[in-house]
DNA sequence: GAAAAACTGTTGCATTTGCAACAATAGGTA
DNA sequence: TACCTATTGTTGCAAATGCAACAGTTTTTC
């Protein structure tokens, strides 16, 4: 994948966006599995573009107790804002899950825009908001998720959204089942066990990654 | 409030504003507590300003649980984006909290800028870029409660990031004591229970909505 | 192909939580 | 003042959850 095929980059030709790679001054990184790749609070005067592979955002609390808040593949986003402010005590950071590239922006190079404010520069504030707003809607969803008080309506909740999103009531995980519990926060050997006992309840027929909606 | 000092139109001037009121094809409306301000998914075509009170964003699942997703005072914006889409069977609303005036914009007017590119509808994107950054910040702090397990943690957390945002380790609750349950999604009771078994471990010392970290 | 690692699945038990029902205390209003 | 209402605080009990420990299965690595 080349920047340009990247979300933030969208609308803009390949000619006009080797010359914003310059003028934003811009720097590429690769990355290995379990590779810390940002920290928020420390390096956050940078924003970063996943170019290929996929990383994680997660916290880690002063018990070592890790939190995925979310998952980023190719073409999104991270450091856009100091959204992932960490609590005191807590530490934030993205880790690369699988061998990945990562485009490096100075924050000020892209909400200062260069005194020409030409239409490329314009065209990136439009993109950076439609992606900003998606992170929003992941995060909301999360909420939505992690809003019920079980684990049975927290997993309804999350089946309920990925099967509208592959448009089936027959879902595949997007990742394994033990992230799945990491997800909605909840112990994983009581997660199996709900699991079970949805199986058990006629809700759902599940088999490994794979559910149907019943 | 007039519609000037809100954030999205921070940084233009009073005559430029009300050129933009008209360009834009804005318009204000009055609430009285408990009135359903917005519906997401069905009049998502506007964005809205609060002008003055303070409106709620709730969630009301099938069982007719409510969840509070956010709240929104003078100055903040809803509908910017779908980011509260709804799951399948629940409803997503915003609620007048206390009489509020608001704003309603449709959001066509707002993201294909007007003929001219002028100044101002380049500042208005820059200033919903920040809009939207913050509500993701909000969303990922409530993420970060929610991630913690027991009602304990969940409270902790709260704490501390409030204790960060008042710059006191003495803290006063910016709503009341049974909200604090939905905002954190668990039982009053249960978490009344809990603030009570903190006292008594000396974590905390609390008097209704008055709370110091010890 | 064998060994190692990661993932999936199960169970007993102590703890936490939700639920229901009720008591006590502010705050507002006639 | 007396009344009403919203909020805060309490408790018993059943159900849900986390924790720990372990077994079976799949995938990766050498």
Known sequence: MKINESA?????CDSDCEKMYKCLRAKT????ENETIYTYGESSLNIGIVLSGTVSLEKIDFDGNRTILDRLSSGDVFGETEVFAPATGDEIIVVCESKCAIVFI???????????VCECHTRLLD???????????RLSERVQIL??????????????????????????LPFSVSMLADYICA???????EIGNMNR????ESDRRRISLL
């Open 8 to 12: 933030l980059f969208g609308g803009i």
């Open 29 to 32: 990184v690769g990355y290995c």
């Open 106 to 116: 100075p924050r000020a190079a892209i909400t200062q825009r260069c005194s020409k």
């Open 127 to 137: 993109n950076l908001l439609e992606m900003i707003s998606n992170k929003a809607k």
């Open 147 to 172: 809003s019920n008080r079980t684990i049975r309506d927290k997993l309804m909740c999350f089946y309920m959204l990925e099967a509208a999103k592959q448009k089936s009531r027959k879902i595949l």
């Open 187 to 193: 112990d994983r050997s009581a997660m199996m066990r």
């Open 201 to 204: 309840d006629g809700l759902i």
